[in-house]
């Protein structure tokens, strides 16, 4: 049976091309063989390691569908899979050939920090069945490319030094894969030089108009016409794919449409003394939300935070009326919804927002900015990390001196891997499935140190959230499963109440979420709020 299954996966994989060229079917039931042997670390490795175009289809997929880009439907359709995977790769420079490093390098980063593949259906099953035969030999012969990793090949992966996904700063070792890009080199061996290559980090000088030219890995091409034919990309609903990440020649035009909007004769908003115009601010998200900010009085500014060769760039909003407010922290650039629930949040209930300010990604420099609380070498280590970062650690908690709750928001995609829909050993989800939050995309994440079963003051707040028609997903956090996110930093080493509104991507909702959720904790809008 091993080899009968070890032979239909080799075999399908080389017929798995048409998941991009569409030159013959998909082998669905190939690459779900793939699928529901390969957790994310091994998928990870799979896609950064030495692979067939033919395999790479398979790798990405999957990839896509995990990471909440494509839905089930599109998983399993030719022409749907191969827009959602054009919007996704279209940042990245394909001339060199369909699958640049670069890209893979982001995917397989994005892979080790996501949540659990248990979200993903044909996993979980697949999983729930080997745990049932947990005596009997593995599935898939180890020498296959599809097979798991080897007992304790996990746990060595993450004491090696150079494993690290998200080394934050360091200039890209011979062989990275920016410098892959660059040769045209598909994928360059070995793995754990290119492990924190991002898009971000190539072009993060790109956010203004005499930024430095845009590397090739990022340049956009699509020019394989066999890969990318012409036409429209399929209709790719009901899931709303984030936008693509804007590379230097869309962020250089939409500074220079920003300017052309804030010349002379634009009219004109007051600002309060002592902050800055919010109308002439580069940042797409506080320019959208001009007026909000003008009404309420609010003050923005600029925060930078430097961290070995990391330069930080915050943006904060704040209520200087009102200060003593609950405060939010935004740790990814590319959830516009959140960003607007958090300046409504400012203006209603006072207090200060404070957002990574990038190029409109959710990496920074190749950093997950949810991934990279670590104040310690030990804490680094379990989440890929190559050093702790206690100066960036220390100025986001540093936010919430006085503040009795720990608050922050998020976006996903419909459908994806975020939902009240879970219930694995780490999150358990109560969703809420009518009303006027049912999404069970829309939810609010609460995080303990004890399962919620047994932690009385979790079960209450649960309740409570429920009770206001909310949907709940507790996280159960421990020194082992720890990965780093801001949830986890603030349960293993602060203990106040952690809160994070999650909202999928193009909600209307998020900002009655987060009144919703601080009425329930005794907030109350301030004057003129």
């Not at 009901?238 to 909007?261: F, H, Q, W």
């Not at 919010?278 to 930078?304: F, K, M, Q, T, W």
């Not at 930093?489 to 919703?516: C, I, K, W």
């Amino acid at each position: 049976m091993r080899l009968l299954l070890r032979a239909a996966a080799i075999a399908g994989a080389a017929m798995v091309a048409a998941a991009t060229t569409g030159a013959a079917a998909f082998d669905l039931e190939a690459c779900n063989t793939v699928r529901a042997e390969a957790n994310n670390v091994r998928l990870a490795d799979l896609l950064l390691g030495v692979a067939t175009d033919s395999e790479l289809a398979c790798y990405v997929r999957i990839a896509l569908l995990r990471l909440g880009r494509m839905g089930e439907d599109d998983y399993g359709n030719d022409a749907r899979a191969r827009g959602a995977y054009r919007i996704d790769v279209s940042p990245f420079n394909t001339e060199a050939g369909p699958y640049p490093m670069a890209y893979l390098a982001s995917l397989a980063a994005e892979l080790r920090a996501s949540p659990s593949e248990m979200h993903d259906q044909v996993f979980a099953r697949a999983f729930v069945m080997r745990m049932g035969k947990a005596d009997e030999p593995a599935a898939l012969d180890p020498a296959s490319p599809f097979a798991p990793p080897a007992p304790g090949a996990e746990a060595a992966a993450e004491t090696a030094p150079e494993s690290a996904a998200g080394a934050a700063g360091e200039a890209a070792p011979q062989g990275s894969a920016a410098a892959a890009a660059e040769k045209g080199d598909l994928r360059t061996p070995p793995v754990a030089s290119i492990a924190g290559v991002g898009p971000a980090d190539a072009d993060a000088g790109s956010a203004g108009p005499d930024a430095a030219a845009v590397p090739p890995e990022l340049r956009r091409s699509l020019a394989d016409a066999g890969f990318f034919p012409e036409g429209a990309t399929p209709d790719l609903s009901p899931i709303n794919l984030p936008r693509p990440n804007p590379v230097a020649p869309d962020v250089r035009a939409a500074l220079k449409a920003a300017a052309a909007s804030a010349a002379p004769g634009a009219a004109a908003v007051a600002t309060p003394s002592g902050c800055d115009d919010a109308g002439s601010d580069a940042d797409p998200d506080v320019r959208r939300n001009r007026g909000a900010i003008a009404r309420a009085g609010l003050c923005v500014g600029r925060v930078r935070l430097t961290e070995g060769a990391i330069t930080w760039t915050f943006v904060s909003v704040e209520n200087r009326n009102h200060p003593d407010g609950p405060v939010w922290y935004l740790p990814h650039d590319n959830e516009a919804e959140a960003f607007d629930a958090a300046v409504y949040a400012v203006a209603r209930y006072g207090g200060r927002m404070v957002a990574v300010a990038g190029d409109e990604t959710r990496f920074y420099r190749g950093i997950d900015p949810n991934r990279y609380f670590a104040t310690t070498d030990a804490d680094a280590r379990p989440c890929r990390i190559r050093r702790a970062t206690p100066t960036y650690t220390a100025f986001v908690m540093g936010l919430f001196v006085g503040r009795p709750h720990i608050f922050s928001a998020h976006n996903n995609t419909n459908g994806g891997g975020i939902t009240a829909r879970v219930w694995t050993d780490k999150e358990k989800g109560y969703p809420i499935s009518s009303g006027r939050f049912g999404d069970p995309d829309d939810l609010i994440y609460i995080a303990g140190p004890r399962p919620i079963a047994d932690d009385r003051d979790a079960t209450a707040i649960r309740q409570k959230l429920n009770e206001a028609g909310l949907s709940v997903v507790h996280e159960h956090v421990t020194r082992k499963n720890s990965d780093c996110s801001f949830s986890n930093h603030v349960v293993l080493n602060d203990g106040r109440p952690y809160f994070n509104v999650e909202a999928e991507h193009g909600s209307t909702v998020q900002r009655e979420m987060v009144d919703r959720l601080l009425e329930t904790l005794g907030y109350s809008p301030v004057a003129g709020g």
